[in-house]
C-alpha cells in the first residue's frame, strides 16, 4: 500500500467485525480528530486479522509485507539510507526530532519524504508489522517479528530503511502500524 493503514481504515474493520478497537479509540474525538493518521496501538495479530478480512471482502490476497518486499518499496534499487536518498533529515520524515510528539496524517511529508516508488511514511510516524519472523532454535519460543521504519517517538537514526527491530507479536504500543501487500496470483 502506498501508504500505512489509517485509523479511518481501520475503524471500518471494527464496525464489520466487531474486532476489538485499539485502547486510544476510547475517546471518539480523538478518533475522529485522527482519521487520516496512521492506526496504532496495533500488534501483529491485529494487523494479520485485518489483512485477512480484507481479503475477504475485496476477494484478493492481502498480506503482511515481507521485511525484505518492505525494504525495497522503502529502499528502491540504489541502496539509499532513507527513503528520499543517503542523509537524515528531520524535514521529510515524523521522528522525536520533528517535534510533533505524536502521529501526523499519513503523507504529510509527501512528496519530499517519499520512497522512489511513491510509497509515503516509509521512515518515520509508526513502525510497521511485517509478515517475517525470527527464528530461534529453543522449545516453546515465540516467534519474535520484525517491525520497520521507526517512528514518531524514535531518533531518525531508527528511521533508515535498514533499521529494524523484533518484537513479540502480542506487543502494541502508540508507535506500532502496518500497511499491507497484494499478492499477485502465480501464472
Known sequence: AKTPVTNAQYARFIRETGYEPPQYWKEPSLLKAKGEHPVAEINWYDAEMYCRWLS??????????????????????????????DQPDEDNCNTAGSGTNDTTPVGFYSPHGDSPYGCTDMSGNVWEWTASEVHRDRPGFIGLRVTR???????????????????????????????????????
Request: contains cysteine; glycine residues 14%.
Open 56 to 85: 475477504h471482502r475485496l476477494g484478493l490476497q492481502i498480506d503482511l509485507p515481507t521485511q525484505e518486499e518492505w525494504e525495497k518499496a522503502a529502499r528502491g534499487l540504489d541502496g539509499r539510507a532513507y527513503p528520499w536518498g
Open 149 to 187: 521504519g521507526g517512528s514518531w517517538n524514535m531518533d531518525i537514526y531508527f528511521a533508515r530503511v535498514t533499521c529494524r527491530t523484533e518484537v513479540l507479536p502480542y506487543v502494541h504500543g502508540s508507535g506500532f502500524g502496518f500497511r499491507f501487500v497484494r499478492r499477485l496470483p502465480r501464472a
